[in-house]
Nanobody
Framework: QVQLVESGGGLVQAGGSLRLSCAASGRTFSTYRMGWFRQAPGKEREFVAR????????LYADSVKGRFTISRDNAKNTVYLQMNSLKVEDTAVYYC???????????WGQGTQVTVSS
């Protein structure tokens, strides 16, 4: 069974850091595109960052560029989102997702809450 499990969320003060983890299991994700998304209360889900597992190529939303970093650990089959210089507006539930090449994201984690206080 394909599964993505996020962890690492929590409460942090503005300017602080958190690292989210996304443990992938159930298949080989080496050809997949891995993404992080977030959804704040009352808002639509939005793209945060993505990485091609095979090449490590990354892409970021303008709102997080320079502050967030997506990375992977092949041995652990895990994708990370390092979040630095956090802002109150980064508060959201963060989701990890996986997509095959050329396809939509079709595997989603359960989400992890990130709350940034002022």
């Amino acid at each position: 069974q394909v599964q993505l499990v996020e962890s690492g969320g929590g409460l942090v003060q503005a300017g602080g850091s958190l690292r989210l983890s996304c443990a992938a299991s159930g298949r080989t994700f080496s050809t997949y595109r891995m993404g992080w998304f977030r959804q704040a209360p009352g808002k639509e889900r939005e793209f945060v960052a993505r990485m091609l597992w095979s090449t490590g190529f990354t892409l970021y939303a303008d709102s997080v560029k320079g502050r967030f970093t997506i990375s992977r650990d092949n041995a652990k089959n895990t994708v990370y989102l390092q979040m630095n210089s956090l802002k109150v507006e980064d508060t959201a539930v963060y989701y990890c997702a996986a997509a095959r090449a050329g396809a939509e994201y079709d595997v989603w984690g359960q989400g992890t809450q990130v709350t940034v206080s002022s």
